[in-house]
T-cell receptor
């Protein structure tokens, strides 16, 4: 199957920017996604990007896609304690979704 | 618009028992996918149903099965439970059509299964 990799942990201070990285192996991915999971909850879609785009911005979120290197990143500006959660990247190939293992973001006050 | 509803939210079973989990998708969504989430293995794909047919399947043993009804509601069943089946089981629905753009998955809150 396809391989989606993320680092497991990231710790930042409130007010700083957070950058969560993801690499994937499937060059035929059509869409790539970022989901957020808060404790005790399911996954909530944050944003997604079409594979022919390089960047997408949505308020405090910026997604960068380097298709050549198969690298996806999520930048959260002005990180708040409420952003503490697990962040999953995912890719879609045809109608199958492949998820990374999740990056746990800890925001220190 | 109601979200994805999973029942029960929590359950405790003992080894050897079987369990059935239910998922009601967003109205109009025809695809339902199931995932197992554990701390060690992350999010593992179980199977996907579309219009009452299993369309995709992950690498789980035959003890894990599912079905989808004509109203798109889905159930998954795990027989002969093992300790390692303790996990959060997540259901996600989507419109499900091929080539339908992003075809975003919308997740339920999950069913947390504990096997003793």
């Amino acid at each position: 199957g396809e391989d989606v990799e993320q680092s497991l942990f990231l710790s930042v201070r409130e007010g700083d920017s957070s950058v969560i990285n993801c690499t994937y192996t499937d060059s035929s991915s059509t869409y790539l996604y970022w989901y957020k999971q808060e404790p005790g909850a399911g996954l909530q879609l944050l944003t997604y990007i079409f594979s022919n785009m390089d960047m997408k911005q949505d308020q405090r979120l910026t997604v960068l896609l380097n298709k050549k290197d198969k690298h996806l990143s999520l930048r959260i500006a002005d990180t708040q304690t409420g952003d503490s959660a697990i962040y999953f990247c995912a890719e879609k190939d045809f109608n199958k979704f492949y998820f990374g293992s999740g990056t746990k973001l800890n925001v220190k006050p | 618009k109601a979200g994805v509803t999973q029942t029960p939210r929590y359950l405790i079973k003992t080894r050897g028992q079987q369990v059935t989990l239910s998922c009601s998708p967003i109205s109009g969504h025809r695809s339902v996918s199931w995932y197992q989430q554990t701390p060690g293995q992350g999010l593992q794909f179980l199977f996907e149903y579309f219009s009452e047919t299993q369309r995709n399947k992950g690498n789980f043993p035959g003890r894990f099965s599912g079905r989808q009804f004509s109203n798109s509601r889905s159930e998954m069943n795990v027989s002969t439970l093992e300790l390692g089946d303790s996990a959060l089981y997540l259901c996600a629905s989507s419109p499900g059509q091929f080539y339908s753009g992003a075809n975003v998955l919308t997740f339920g809150a999950g069913s947390r299964l504990t096997v003793l």
